[in-house]
């Protein structure tokens, strides 16, 4: 019985052991459908409303699933009329890539989201800061953009959106 018992907690155990060690990088089908519809918004304000939809329906509290919803709230905020409003929507989704950067500062898929509010948003937000360090991080991190099939997403991001060194777009190769 004793022995029983103790089986049951250590099968708990690494049943625990094993989500937490998954929380990281999210990798469920729908996430991944979700993340190629991200990518396919450009600049398509009714797209960016449903995809928004489809992440807050996710009912998922990863940092990767927070720096998303954040990030199409930020971008969500290009939709709204009432100029309060679009600050509103912009920093309330700048507090979320935020949040999830500061729990996961080593994820470069969060930092690549970042990145796309740095650097298409207005200059008087004041909100760049971290454009440099982004680039350099995820060029570091690219092997891990490429595990969750981002890589080539984000190399052509770079390559379109952003002023890169001879040496960075040496990485990139």
Same mark, same amino acid.
């Given at each position: 019985?004793?022995?029983?018992? *103790? &089986?049951?907690?250590? %099968?708990?155990? &690494?049943?625990?052991?094993? $989500?937490? #060690?998954?929380?990281? @990088?999210?990798?469920? +089908?729908?996430? *991944? ?13 009714? *797209? #960016?409303?449903?995809? @928004?939809?489809? %992440? ?10 927070? #720096? @998303? +919803?954040?990030?199409?709230? +930020? &971008?969500? +905020? ?6 309060? $409003?679009?600050?509103?929507? %912009? ?5 979320? =890539?935020? !949040?999830? =950067? ?9 930092? %690549? ?13 004041? @909100? ?9 991080? &995820? ?31 040496? !990485?990139? !190769?």
């Amino acid at each position: 019985m004793i022995l029983l018992n *103790k &089986i049951k907690v250590a %099968f708990w155990l &690494i049943i625990v052991m094993n $989500s937490l #060690a998954f929380t990281d @990088y999210p990798t469920s +089908a729908k996430l *991944k459908t979700l993340r190629k519809s991200f990518i396919a918004i450009e600049g398509n304000g009714q *797209k #960016a409303k449903t995809v @928004y939809q489809a %992440f807050i329906k996710l009912n998922d509290t990863s940092n990767t699933v927070l #720096a @998303y +919803a954040g990030t199409l709230e +930020a &971008i969500l +905020a290009n939709e709204q009329s009432n100029p309060f $409003s679009k600050l509103s929507w %912009f920093n309330k989704g700048k507090k979320k =890539i935020e !949040k999830a =950067i500061k729990n996961e500062p080593n994820n470069p898929e969060l930092r %690549f989201l970042r990145l796309t509010v740095q650097q298409n948003a207005p200059s008087f937000l004041f @909100y760049n800061s971290s454009i440099q360090d982004d680039i350099d991080f &995820i060029l570091n991190h690219l092997k891990i953009l490429d595990e969750l099939n981002l890589k080539k997403d984000v190399e052509l991001f770079l390559m379109k959106e952003c002023s890169l060194s001879e040496h960075q777009k040496q !990485k990139l !190769k």
